[in-house]
């Protein structure tokens, strides 16, 4: 059996892209953010640290926070915000949205549920920030093995 499990993840409806689910206040701000940072702009160093502290590492300790910045000061493609998302080609997958309760990134959980929502997912929550996988790694590692049995059991 298939199964899509997605953790925290921004899934527009159908034939949007990405930054349609925000605000137009906010998709401005996210656009002007993803200029200054594919510029380079060293000013922008201290800034794009502090925002990753707040958004992407609000529940580390500070070790694991210094790996994020380590290595994480690199913008996403703007084309990911900004393509068409379609899923009319897509086969019929069920799926499980793993709802991140204290992320503080451009998806908070109540974005989150209509995120969920989009694709008919069956929603568990986790309580951690948006980047579950390093800050709860084995929280997030004993929910997914709790989908992994529940599908197997479905198969039998």
Not at 8 to 35: D, K, M, Y
Request: aromatic residues 6%.
């Amino acid at each position: 059996m298939v199964h899509i499990v997605f953790v925290g993840a921004n899934i527009p409806p159908e034939g949007n892209s990405a930054i349609s689910i925000f605000r137009p206040s906010e998709r401005f701000g996210i656009g002007v953010w993803l200029r200054l940072m594919a510029w380079k702009i060293s000013f922008m160093d201290k800034a794009v640290e502090e925002d990753m502290r707040k958004t992407l590492c609000n529940d580390m300790d500070e070790a694991t926070v210094q790996q994020v910045l380590a290595g994480g000061k690199h913008p996403e493609p703007p084309a990911i915000f900004y393509e068409l998302v379609s899923r009319l080609q897509m086969p019929s997958i069920s799926c499980t949205y793993i709802k991140l309760l204290q992320d503080q990134s451009i998806l908070p959980p109540s974005k989150q549920d209509e995120m969920a929502a989009n694709i008919g997912a069956k929603v568990l929550t986790l309580n951690t920030g948006h980047t579950a996988m390093l800050s709860r790694p084995h929280e997030l590692a004993k929910l997914l093995n709790g989908i992994v049995s529940e599908i197997t059991v479905q198969q039998e």
